[in-house]
């Protein structure tokens, strides 16, 4: 998969819940364009083309970031303060997904401009409806802000 | 030798003569007469002024705008060949022929790449006359020329205006319309989801005529608005591999490729000079009509190239039910559908659309059918754009 | 703490509006809908001025970009300056589809941009999109007092 095509970023460390994420995005066809960084460092090289990333563009952005809280090295208020904080990335929607009960997580979260917040269930399968929801809600019934510069004929031929 | 013009004129003839009015830039008299009697005696009705510098030049040229000047190449206070400055100063297209001693070849020939319209010997004056005429006939041409040029460029002016004004509308028509349209569409559909059934079968009848034409006028408004667009937002055009662009069609396609159980081939097809957007839009159309309007077995359908002339020429030919040839024009006129939208869906713009992208794009597109026995729509592409040339130029 | 439900939706077509509540409806949406008809008036309801002196404030807001006297974007923005008003979530929901318009309103603080859609049956499926999500999973901002 080319680097330019993700169009779901998952930032998480935990194995089981990538799993799970995956899991959920698939059985809603929507998994064929997801990467996977499992911590804030990486998350930032993806988003900013640096580091193992330096072949990716700024003019291909992912429709969407799957961003936990709780992370070695560079944790996700940190990833999201610095992409909401350059104007070539703020535009990208983010979505913190944390298994974080802070109220303060929440509302620091929007204050540095989230997307949304979620509350990961602890219910295996009210997580599987969240993802599902939540990539159908982001990558179908939302527009992002970029598209992704293939020729689309509206329609069909009559 | 006056410094003040001098007229001089002929008055004895009984028939009518081409009159000349003739501006001679002569210093001695005795020359000067001899060429209005040349002129004369070739049956012109000469009235003719006579003056030696540019101050006077100037003036009868204000005064009495003349039809030819007659100059002589040296004169004590001037010089023939700067009256041609004069004339060009003043914005007049008057030709200027050298009545002058012996010059030279190549002086002549000097005088005349800067601008002389002609070159004499006074002692050869009987050349005089053809000269002269021969110099305003090109004149008069040289006119007519202009005038039909500057005509044409009026009316391509005009047509130009007319299409963006046409354009515009069509665009702003179908843009605005939209907006009312949607409301009508959604309510006509709550009331009949909502009625249907608790009113008498007259308001189900209604009811599903309103919702059912608001939503067609909906589809109606896109189409136009697609229509509209062709041309209107000016992508670049450049080298389009038309084999990628009938695979990606065929991707779009799949569905129906699917249900239809259709078999679609294309040889060896080139790469063109156009609009790519444009290009997949046409081989989509051509390719979804031929699988849409199948007869009872499954479509086959073939793309095909060949050079013809300086062209391109493409055919997408299927085994369908065929178009019978008093037809052949009209489906290609927006919305014109030859078949009840029951028997076959779609507004009838797809072949339209088409025919607007290959005709802006310089080439044709016509349909080679019968009735029952399937259907070639060709089109062409010209080998080479202009666009091409240029950026072939400039690499 | 379970209080009820506060959508504001921005739209000055009151067609859109009964629409929108009709949707609603549907996806048995049990939370109070209040709707304003400009931007004038978006920010006087948000900023409690006025006759909306004790008006709730929205748990989200469904706001249109084409509104007359202060159009979408403009409340937007005037939303996102204020400590007060920036985490209240807010969807685009217009019919334009043009680029500047969606990239615009993610600069200036929108959270997400759906379109209007032209059919009946894909607007309801917006509308209840739009609720399960923000509705049904997401979690928003506590209400200050």
Partial sequence: ?158 | ?395 | MKTERELLIVDDNPADVGLAREALTRCAYSGQIRSVGDGVEAMAFLEHRGKYTNAARPDLVILDLNLPKKDGLAVLAAMRAGPDLRRIPVVIFSTSQLSRDIVRSYELGANCYVSKPGNLKDYFSAIKSIEEFWFGFASLPQRGV
């Fill in chain 2, 1 to 395: 030798m006056s410094s003040a013009g001098t007229q001089l004129g002929k008055q004895d003839s009984a028939k009518p003569e081409p009159k000349l009015r003739a501006l001679l830039v002569e210093d001695n008299a005795l020359d000067a007469a001899l060429v209005v009697r040349a002129l004369c005696k070739d049956g012109f009705d000469v009235t003719a002024d006579v003056v030696q510098d540019e101050a006077a030049f100037t003036r009868a040229l204000r005064a009495h705008p003349p039809e030819v000047v007659l100059a002589d190449y040296n004169l004590p206070n001037w010089k023939g060949m700067e009256t041609l400055d004069v004339l060009r100063r003043e914005g007049l297209d008057i030709p200027m022929i050298l009545v002058s001693g012996a010059l030279g070849d190549v002086t002549a020939v000097e005088c005349i790449k800067r601008g002389a319209t002609d070159y004499v010997l006074k002692d050869g004056l009987a050349r005089l006359p053809e000269s002269i005429r021969r110099a305003l006939q090109e004149k008069l041409q040289r006119q007519l020329r202009h005038q039909v040029e500057e005509d044409l460029a009026q009316k391509v002016d005009e047509l130009a205006r007319s299409n963006a004004d046409l354009e515009q509308f069509a665009y702003i028509a179908s843009h605005d319309l939209q907006e009312p349209l949607r409301m009508v569409a959604a309510y006509t559909q709550l009331l009949a989801e909502r009625y249907t059934g608790k009113l008498d079968e007259h308001a189900d009848k209604f009811l599903g005529y309103a919702s059912e034409g608001a939503v067609r006028m909906q589809v109606l408004i896109q189409d136009l608005l697609a229509f509209s667009r062709v041309g209107r937002n000016g992508a670049a055009r450049g080298n389009v591999d038309c084999n990628a662009v009938t695979e990606e069609g065929l991707q779009s396609l799949a569905s129906a490729i699917q249900e239809s159980g259709a078999v679609v081939t294309h040889g060896k097809l080139p790469v063109v000079w156009a609009d790519r957007t444009q290009m997949a839009q046409v081989f989509q159309n051509l390719i979804g009509n031929a699988i849409k309007f199948r007869g009872k077995e499954p479509p086959a359908v073939s793309v095909q190239a060949e050079k013809v002339d300086q062209h391109w020429q493409f055919s997408v030919s299927d085994n369908g039910i065929g178009i019978a040839p008093e037809f052949a024009e009209s489906i290609f006129v927006v919305f014109q559908r030859l078949h009840a939208r029951t028997e076959y869906p779609g507004n009838g713009i797809g072949l339209a659309i088409c025919k607007k992208i290959i005709e802006r794009n310089g080439g044709k597109i016509w349909v080679e059918s019968q009735a029952g026995s399937g259907s070639s729509f060709k089109f062409t592409i010209p080998l080479h754009g202009p666009d091409e040339k240029k950026e072939e130029e400039r690499t």
């Fill in chain 1, 1 to 158: 998969m080319n680097s330019n095509e993700v169009e779901i970023l998952l930032v998480d460390d935990s194995q089981d819940d990538i799993d799970l994420t995956l899991h959920a995005l698939r059985a809603e066809n929507l998994a064929n364009h997801v990467f996977i960084a499992r911590d804030g460092e990486e998350a930032l090289d993806f988003l900013f083309c640096s580091g193992a990333h330096t072949e990716r563009s700024f003019d291909h952005p992912p429709k969407l970031v799957l961003l936990d809280l709780k992370m070695p090295k560079v944790d996700g208020m940190q990833v999201l303060k610095r992409i909401k904080g350059d104007a070539r990335t703020k535009t990208i929607p983010v979505v913190l997904m944390t298994s974080s009960r802070e109220e303060r997580d929440m509302l620091g979260g929007y204050d540095l401009g989230v997307n949304s917040y979620l509350q990961k269930p602890v219910d295996f399968d009210d997580f599987r409806k969240m993802v599902k929801l939540l990539g159908l809600y982001w990558l179908v019934t939302n527009q992002p802000p970029v598209t992704n510069g293939k020729t689309h004929l509206a329609g069909q031929a009559k």
